[in-house]
Each structure stands twice: as structure tokens, then as C-alpha cells.
């Protein structure tokens, strides 16, 4: 049996999920932004809750299309709270919708892919925790990033949101070195 970090435990669509996806590097600007939106959504709760219902989250928010998104209305919101198959706040809600608008303004002015690995020199950064103490909830980089994505008005983007996004789109390869996905991540 392969060696695995253990916050998966042992839910088929979580192990899934950190086997083939979570630190994987992800580069593609939109993926980018459905990760960070799913992120924002995921604050309070656990991840494997947004992880149920992210495919009812791509259908509610038009597969996350940003040119979309950031022409919903009140009508649109009152619609979205009411689907019972995503999670239905308000503020993050609205906040998807005015994050929409900053995301297609920094994807115009450099693409959102470089905003964000820019400040990794666009290479993913290697920790070698060997526990899952061994693991912040949040770093300097986490902070500035978030920092610099609420002065350009994104909300849902704090530091340990920042640091869980990281982790999961590859930008940091938090897994455990005893895990098998740990050398498969670092070399790609």
C-alpha cells in the first residue's frame, strides 16, 4: 500500500483527490481562479465539504467563467442562495462576484497565472515536513499574497486561505516526504 500524507484518511474521493490533484503545479489562469473561489467557499468549513460539492459549485457559477460571474445580478445572488447543492453565504457569494471582476482586470493587465507564480519565481516551493506538524497554516509569502490581493479590493483571500490554495494548486509541495506523491510532485 502506498505510503499517503494522512489528512485524506480514507474517503475515496479525498485520497482521489490528494493522489492526482491537490499539489499538483497548476498553471492555467481560470483553474487558478475556481481553485481560490472553492478556497474562499472552503473558510469555516473542511475541504472535503466544498470537495461534495464542487461539481454542483461549476454548475450554479457557469463552470466558473469569470466573464460570467462578474455580471450577476441581485436576482442571480437570491438564485445561488438558494441551491441547496453549494454553499449558500451570502458574502462569499457577492464575493465571488466582485472577485470575478478584479480576476478579469490582473488576467488582462498580466494573466492571473503570472500574478500569482510570480511570487515563486513561477517555480513551486519545496518544504520537507516529515509530520503534518511540520505544516503552517499560513507563511510570510501567504501573508504578502494576501495582503496584495486585498488592496486591489479581492475579499475571501486571508493568509491561511492563501496558504491552503498554495498547497493545493502546487505553488508549495506540502506533502509529506514519506508520501509517494512527494517525489512524483517534485519532479514535475
Given at each position: 500500500m502506498k505510503e499517503r500524507?494522512?489528512?485524506?484518511?480514507?474517503?475515496?474521493?479525498?485520497?482521489?483527490?490528494?493522489?492526482l490533484e491537490w499539489g499538483v503545479p497548476e498553471r492555467d489562469s481560470k483553474m487558478?481562479?475556481?481553485k481560490l473561489t472553492l478556497e474562499g467557499f472552503q473558510a469555516g468549513l473542511s475541504w472535503i465539504t466544498v470537495l461534495k460539492k464542487r461539481e454542483a459549485f461549476r454548475t450554479a457559477f457557469d463552470n466558473f467563467q469569470p466573464e460570467l460571474i462578474a455580471h450577476y445580478n441581485?436576482?442571480?445572488v437570491n438564485v445561488l442562495l438558494k441551491n441547496s447543492g453549494i454553499i449558500r453565504?451570502?458574502?462569499?457569494?457577492?464575493a465571488t462576484i466582485s472577485n470575478a471582476k478584479i480576476y478579469l482586470e490582473i488576467e488582462a493587465q498580466q494573466g492571473f497565472n503570472n500574478f500569482l507564480w510570480k511570487y515563486t519565481q513561477f517555480e513551486p516551493l519545496q518544504t520537507h515536513a516529515k509530520t503534518q506538524a511540520d505544516i503552517?497554516?499560513?507563511?510570510?509569502?501567504?501573508q504578502k499574497i494576501s495582503k496584495d490581493l486585498k488592496a486591489l479590493g479581492y475579499r475571501y483571500c486571508g493568509p491561511t486561505i492563501i496558504y491552503a490554495f498554495m498547497e493545493a494548486v502546487g505553488m508549495i509541495?506540502?506533502?509529506?516526504?514519506?508520501?509517494?506523491?512527494?517525489?512524483?510532485?517534485?519532479?514535475?
Open positions: 500524507c494522512p489528512w485524506p484518511g480514507d474517503d475515496p474521493l479525498y485520497v482521489a483527490y490528494h493522489d487558478l481562479w475556481e441581485e436576482k442571480k453565504h451570502k458574502g462569499k457569494i457577492e503552517p497554516t499560513q507563511s510570510q509569502l501567504s509541495n506540502n506533502h509529506l516526504t514519506s508520501c509517494h506523491r512527494y517525489n512524483e510532485i517534485k519532479m514535475s
